[in-house]
């Protein structure tokens, strides 16, 4: 099991960057044993799938609507990951949460039904 806490959310303007920290404490189990991964819901929308960062940190995918904008990492030592936002826009207002996946051993997992454990989120809020 591991526990997870967001933090780094906030207001922000059109064009601005915000960077978004993810600690975890896992028992039984270490960090590296979990690809990690960003969701964001915005008011009225469903969950949907940000960026993916697999075990290691040497693979990661993107939704295409932050794809060149945002950038994951992990640092495995620290037991954090990390969800640099630079460019940001209106329309990436929302909820911004972190999960992490143990079912996928070498990937970087986009859907939700592949993380058991969840944050509790952090709002980002971006004005035009």
Known sequence: QVQLVESGGGLV????SLGLSCA???????????????FRQAPGEEREFVAAISRSGGTTYYADAVKGRFTISRDNAKKTVYLQMNSLKPEDTAVYYCAASSSVRNGTPTLQYQY???GQGTQVTVSS
């Open 116 to 118: 058991r454990n969840w």
């Open 13 to 16: 303007q059109t064009g601005g």
């Open 24 to 38: 975890a404490s896992a028992s039984g189990r270490t960090f590296s044993d979990y690809a990690m991964g960003w």
